[in-house]
T-cell receptor, first 112, second 112 residues
């Protein structure tokens, strides 16, 4: 009964590869997010979608492309992976900002 | 730059003691939220306090908000070993682009 589920949990890949992380929420929330947590634990928002529409697009390299086929899914595709992309990526969802966010358990991406 | 900054960065206490951590932020907010992150896991929403509220309780948690000082505190009373985690404050407001912006977190270690 996981509310926000991400796959895979771990991802090790070589520089230059293209990879995707999938996220699904079964809470019926309208808004979904991708956050990046670096090695110092700082969390930074990358993207936000509301009902399949992009509403927040932070200064993220255009190698990162989110895709929302429906409001329950928000996937993250990364092209030409670089060493600096290594981090933990969290998906989250919310019904509205006044209710708090529900986070997935994260995807630890390691680029070698 | 981070909107919220937690203080201290790390805290070590004995089981049964109280743990207090503070969060300062820079711009006006609609609400401030506290999250817990256990090692290797996602963030869990603990409590949300609105800008017109001064204090909120949830179980052993007590949150205060002082908008004049742009600061908040989280108090965990009668701490348990299971409270060992990182605690993050996050702010939401128009000035920050209507996105939830996190501080760097306080790492709390509760020793049995």
């Amino acid at each position: 009964d996981t509310a926000v589920s991400q796959t895979p949990k771990y991802l090790v890949t070589q520089m230059g590869n293209d990879k995707s992380i999938k996220c699904e929420q079964n809470l019926g929330h309208d808004t979904m997010y991708w956050y990046k947590q670096d090695s110092k634990k700082f969390l930074k928002i990358m993207f936000s979608y509301n009902n399949k529409e992009l509403i927040i697009n932070e200064t993220v390299p255009n190698r990162f492309s989110p895709k929302s086929p429906d409001k329950a899914h928000l996937n993250l595709h990364i092209n030409s992976l670089e060493l600096g992309d290594s981090a933990v990526y969290f998906c989250a969802s919310s019904q509205n900002r006044a209710a708090g966010y529900t986070f997935g358990s994260g995807t630890r991406l390691t680029v070698v | 730059s981070q909107q919220g900054e937690e203080d201290p960065q790390a805290l070590s206490i004995q089981e049964g003691e109280n743990a207090t951590m503070n969060c300062s932020y820079k711009t006006s907010i609609n609400n401030l939220q506290w999250y817990r992150q256990n090692s290797g896991r996602g963030l869990v929403h603990l409590i949300l306090i609105r800008s017109n509220e001064r204090e909120k309780h949830s179980g052993r948690l007590r949150v205060t908000l002082d908008t004049s000082k742009k600061s908040s505190s989280l108090l965990i009373t009668a701490s348990r070993a299971a409270d060992t985690a990182s605690y993050f404050c996050a702010t939401d407001g128009e000035a920050a682009g209507n996105k939830l912006t996190f501080g760097g977190g306080t790492r709390v270690l509760v020793k049995p």
